[in-house]
């Protein structure tokens, strides 16, 4: 494939990822960040968004499982998705989370159950988007990023096109 | 040397924060402002870092007997405001009532915006509050307060150590920027 048709369809996936409120500009900013000396910077981030993210959920998973649930942890690890989600611009899991605390606060189990799942739909939709989007954990897949990097181009900046 | 005294100094920021992201953040925010980085994960391990150790024994100022050995020199602490055990805002004031480090400035982050608790910061001697997610425009703030705070340092280090007075350590067109402060004669 070409290399500008690849750089498009990864900008105009990044748009769409935009667009569809999966990411807002906060991820933007991460993706200012990298450069020649840090090639691997979003990549970085986002793994360990990932496996950040799968230990809190797992964490919620067994809390709320508790015969007595301990709202406060929940808040807790709540807090700290939504802070994990807001620092790389995973809007819709971050607002998922926000309504989360809310309900947190009601001290309501099965509320929380609800929330639990919202999230955690959410957290692999984004997941989902983003390993297209990078490079991805699975080796026979290949990410656009990577496609375009094979083909001996550089990853293209919203700015660059404007 | 044509180069001023702003380049030659290599300013070292103390980053502290309990989640792994935003510590790779940080780290990498204050990379490009070519600031030397430490990053520890908790209040804790701030304080050890800064030599001073939480030991409910022993007054808060007590430095341990290692620090004048290795030395180690913070221009800057910036700090997450929640976190576990020992807290942004405990770190704040600890560094404050202490005698060596009280002349640091130090930053505050946090994910909520509560005006209270960022007005609580500020008059407890915190230089900017910072709300996250920590942007560069943020970053880029820090710099005045890491100019004031190093020359202060030195001038007072200086008298201290009755090393060469400040002037040999500035280039002549500099003094002029430090108009707040009184040449060591």
Do not use: W
Not at chain 2, 55 to 75: G, L, P
């Amino acid at each position: 494939m070409e290399v500008d048709q690849l750089q498009r369809n990864f900008l105009e996936y990044t748009n769409l990822l935009f667009r569809e409120g999966f990411l807002d500009g906060q991820f933007s900013q991460l993706q200012l960040l990298q450069d020649e000396s840090n090639p691997d910077f979003v990549f970085e981030v986002v793994s360990l968004f990932f496996e950040d993210s799968e230990r809190l959920l797992n964490d919620l998973t067994i809390a709320l499982d508790q015969q007595n649930v301990d709202f406060k942890k929940i808040d807790a690890h709540v807090h700290q998705l939504k802070g994990s989600s807001s620092s790389i611009g995973a809007q819709r899991v971050k607002n998922t989370c926000i309504a989360f605390r809310d309900v947190c606060l009601e001290q309501n189990a099965e509320g929380c159950l609800r929330c639990l799942q919202q999230v955690k739909q959410e957290y692999l939709l984004v997941k989902t988007k983003l390993e297209a989007l990078l490079r991805v954990r699975v080796p026979h897949l290949f990410s656009l990023e990577q496609q375009i990097v094979a083909a001996g181009g550089a990853i293209p900046m919203l700015n660059d096109f404007c | 040397m044509s180069s001023g005294l702003a380049t030659e100094m290599e300013f070292h920021v103390l980053a502290v924060d309990d989640s792994i992201i935003d510590r790779k953040l940080i780290e990498r925010l204050l990379k490009t402002s070519s600031y030397q980085v430490t990053v520890v994960e908790s209040g804790v391990k701030a304080l050890e870092f800064l030599g001073l150790v939480d030991d409910e024994n022993t007054n808060s100022n007590c430095i341990s007997n290692n620090r004048s050995t290795h030395h180690v020199e913070v221009n800057l602490i910036i700090t997450d405001y929640s976190m576990p055990s020992v807290t942004g805002y405990d770190l704040l004031r600890k560094i404050k009532e202490s005698a060596m480090l009280k002349d640091i400035p130090v930053v505050i982050m946090s994910s909520e915006n509560i005006p209270s608790r960022i007005n609580n910061c500020l008059e407890h001697g915190a230089k900017e509050f910072f709300l996250k997610p920590v942007q560069q425009s943020d970053v880029n703030k820090l710099r005045p307060h890491l100019m004031r705070g190093k020359c202060r340092t030195q001038n007072q280090q200086n008298i201290i150590n009755k090393r060469k007075p400040l002037e040999e350590c500035l280039s002549p067109d500099r003094t002029t920027r430090f108009n707040d402060l009184a040449l060591v004669q």
